[in-house]
């Protein structure tokens, strides 16, 4: 069973910056698109970035684009998000999604494996 682990969260200041990394397990993580997705209290979880599988594609949702940047290291099994800029409006509980049939379409129902999330707090 793959398994997700999130890690890298944590409390900023307005325009600082924070890394994320989520870590799998098992062997297949190299097939996988894998995404990153928010949820911030009362709303509804969204997507935030989707990489290919080597890494070669990356897409962003419009309110993060410039700023996030999405990377992977598939000898590591892992899949970083970098936050910069950050904004109070991206305080939530962020989520590593792996999709593991290589599609990595930027919606919740695209991914079947999924993290813990961990928290992400920006202030103002």
């Known amino acids: 069973q793959e398994q997700l682990v999130e890690s890298g969260g944590g409390l900023v200041q307005a325009g600082g910056s924070l890394r994320l990394s989520c870590e799998a397990s098992?062997?297949?993580?190299?097939?996988?698109?894998m995404g990153w997705f928010r949820q911030a209290p009362g709303k509804e979880r969204e997507f935030v970035a989707t990489?290919?599988?080597?890494?070669?594609?990356?897409y962003y949702a419009d309110s993060v684009k410039g700023r996030f940047t999405i990377s992977r290291d598939n000898a590591k099994n892992t899949v970083y998000l970098q936050l910069n800029s950050l904004k109070p409006e991206d305080t939530a509980v962020y989520y590593c999604?792996?999709?593991?049939?290589?599609?990595?379409?930027?919606?919740?129902?695209?991914?079947?494996?999924w993290g813990q999330g961990t928290q992400v707090t920006v202030s103002s």
């Open positions: 999604a792996g999709d593991s049939t290589g599609w990595g379409a930027p919606l919740v129902s695209g991914y079947d494996y």
């Open positions: 098992g062997r297949t993580f190299s097939s996988w698109a």
């Open positions: 990489i290919s599988e080597y890494g070669g594609n990356a």
